[in-house]
Each structure stands twice: as C-alpha cells, then as structure tokens.
C-alpha cells in the first residue's frame, strides 16, 4: 500500500497553530481586557460614591427638615403663650413687646422644656455677621417689679438655626386704632396693642433647604 504523506509545507501552518494555541493570550487580548476591567471598576466606583452622596444629601435634608420642623413648633408653641402685658411710665401705656427687623422681645409662660412655672422674658435675635447669621432664642425669668424690657442678653441661650444669609421679622396689625391693619418693619413699645401676627423670613445658603415664610400667629385676646 502506498502511503500519500502530507507536504512539508502543508504541515508547518497546522503545526504553528497548535503552539500558538498552547502559548495562551496574545499581549493585544490581554491589553483589551485590562481595559475593559478598568472601566467597569471605574464605573462601579462612580455608581457607588453617587449613591453615598446620594446617601449624605438625603440625610442632611432630613436634619434641615427636622430643624425647621422644631423651630417652627417652638415658636407657634411660645407665641400662643404671650402674656399681653402693659405698663404705664410717664401716665403713658407701653405694652411688653418691642419688634424690630432683626430683633423681638416679649414675655410669656415658661418653656415646656424648662420644668419651672412663672413668666419669662424672651429674646428672639438674629446674630452674627453677614452670609454667617443665627437664629437664637434667649430667655431669663422675668422681674415683675420692671417696667420695661431689659436687655436682649443674659439666661439661657438657644441656638434655633445657624449659617444663615438673612432673618427678618415683620408684623401685621393695626398699630392705631383707625388704622388699617398692614405689614411693618417695627412694632415699638408705645404702641397700644399687640400685633396679630409675626411673620419670620429666613434664606439659608446656596444649596441648603429654603424655608419657607413662618407666620406666627398671637391669640385673640393678646391683639386687643
């Protein structure tokens, strides 16, 4: 029998086929596949620092939130407790509530947090320098032999908000009696009556939650 052997030549590709086969990945596979793991660690990488800040904001907005909340309750709570005071000095009436734009004093019961009974003389204030303002609350029991509201200063101190651009109060009512019920920037002592309402405007920073206008709103009996 004859054998019909394969050329030299025709054998040589199936053998350098096999080696190459044996040798493993070229330097070109391996250079494609570090790049394509390289851009899925990346993008793993970014869609988990998206999703920690994601995490971060959500939770600093549930602290603003909770901060406007608790400010906004403090507030209502000691303004429906105003005590509608009036001294005389001089043979003229001065009531015990003194608004300005930045600045508001006035007397009302304890605080609920406090644990004493009495009344207390209170100081809502806005301190600080411009883009760095802070909303705090001062209170200290008050004297009755005065006649007059003390100083803005002294008892205890209660920081309501901070980093603040701006806090204005105005105040809606009638400050004489044929006077038609409006918005002012002051509400002094020589006036005869109370305001209706108080109406406090805040802006915060660039990015921070925005509050929104809170009215606060004195009972009947303490704007006659």
């Known amino acids: 029998m004859t054998r019909i052997s394969q050329p030299r030549s025709a054998r040589i590709p199936a053998r350098l086929s096999c080696r190459r086969a044996e040798a493993g ?3 070109l596979e391996i250079i ?13 990488f970014g869609a988990l620092r998206l999703g920690d800040r994601s995490w971060e904001a959500g939770i600093k907005r549930a602290a ?8 906004g309750n403090l507030l209502r709570r000691q303004f429906n407790q105003i005590v509608p005071m009036v001294w005389t000095v001089d043979n003229e009436p001065r009531i015990a509530f003194n ?24 100081t809502l204030s806005a301190e600080g320098t411009e883009d760095d303002v802070r909303l705090v609350l001062n209170y200290t029991l008050f004297n009755p032999d005065h006649t007059s509201l003390g ?7 209660v920081q309501l908000a ?8 105005e105040y809606f009512g009638s400050r004489k009696a044929d006077e038609t019920p409006a918005w002012h920037a002051q509400w002094e002592t020589e006036q005869t009556t ?16 925005q509050w929104p206008e809170l009215l606060l709103s004195l009972r009947a009996e303490q704007a006659q």
């Open 194 to 209: 109370y305001p209706e309402m108080v109406r406090l405007r805040v802006e915060r920073e660039s990015g921070a939650l």
């Open 32 to 44: 494609v596949a570090v790049v394509i793991l390289a851009m899925i660690m990346t993008t793993a």
């Open 64 to 71: 603003e939130s909770e901060q406007l909340r608790s400010t």
């Open 99 to 122: 608004g300005e734009q930045r600045q508001l004093q006035f007397i009302a019961t304890a605080p609920q947090h406090h644990g004493a009974t009495g009344l207390f003389e209170f």
């Open 162 to 169: 901070e980093r603040l651009k701006s806090v204005e109060l």
């Open 151 to 157: 100083p803005p200063d002294g008892g205890r101190r």
């Open 25 to 27: 990945f070229t330097l």
